[in-house]
């Protein structure tokens, strides 16, 4: 079956380290990869995606993510965390019926001073 | 940001009582979604439009209809709601059919029902 995890539930780091969230997922054929972002009382925005060529993309707000098909994972990273990178980080695939996503259940970001 | 206003923001409502929670784009997108988020089960898909009149179920739709009379919205309702429907809904939409295509949300819903 289909799915998406995100292996590690909640992370802190401290504003200015680097970050790497896990996104690993199950699917058969080529996957189209999303990353969405959410900080509290908003809704989700898409922080980049993955559909085909370069494995390695770039997004807003200082992101990119790598996709390692050998390891069925398009992890999330940022060098440098700023303060304002606090939210929750949400993985999706698009796969088969394409008008269905499917979510992994998110990764809460906290960043300590 | 994609033009996408959802209404209430905020609604307190009583166990047996309808709801209807509206989603309003400015994109005229064709594909528009509703999504309940709750702690531990991440977002879950409710109902989906591809077109006016054109709609169908998503993975937890039981308890809950939907309209599409006008491009720009999409309506949701409980017909009599349950304390289990307490949620955070959250309308998307999409451009083109397509896996490769992202999802554009709005500022969600955040429903209690007492």
């Known amino acids: 079956a289909q799915s998406v995890t995100q292996p590690d539930i909640h992370i802190t780091v401290s504003e200015g380290a680097s970050l790497e969230l896990r996104c690993n997922y199950s699917y058969g054929a080529t996957p189209y990869l999303f990353w969405y972002v959410q900080s509290p009382g908003q809704g989700l925005q898409l922080l980049l995606k993955y559909f085909s060529g370069d494995t390695l993309v770039q997004g807003i707000k200082g992101f990119e993510a790598e996709f390692k098909r050998s390891q069925s994972s398009f992890n999330l990273r940022k060098p440098s965390v700023h303060w304002s990178d606090a939210a929750e980080y949400f993985c999706a695939v698009g796969a088969g019926n394409n008008r269905k996503l499917i979510w992994g259940l998110g990764t809460s970001l906290a960043v300590n001073p | 940001d994609a033009g996408i206003t959802q209404s209430p923001r905020h609604k307190v409502t009583e166990t047996g009582t309808p709801v209807t929670l509206r989603c309003h784009q400015t994109e005229n997108h064709r594909y528009m979604y509703w999504y309940r988020q709750d702690p531990g089960h991440g977002l879950r898909l409710i109902h989906y439009s591809y077109g006016v009149k054109d709609t169908d179920k998503g993975e937890v739709s039981d308890g809950y209809s939907v309209s599409r009379s006008k491009t720009e919205d999409f309506l949701l309702t409980l017909e009599s709601a349950t304390s289990s429907q307490t949620s955070v809904y959250f309308c998307?939409?999409?451009?083109?059919?397509?896996?490769?295509?992202?999802?554009?949300f709005g500022n969600g819903t955040r429903l209690t029902v007492t």
């Open positions: 998307a939409i999409r451009e083109v059919q397509g896996s490769n295509s992202p999802l554009h």
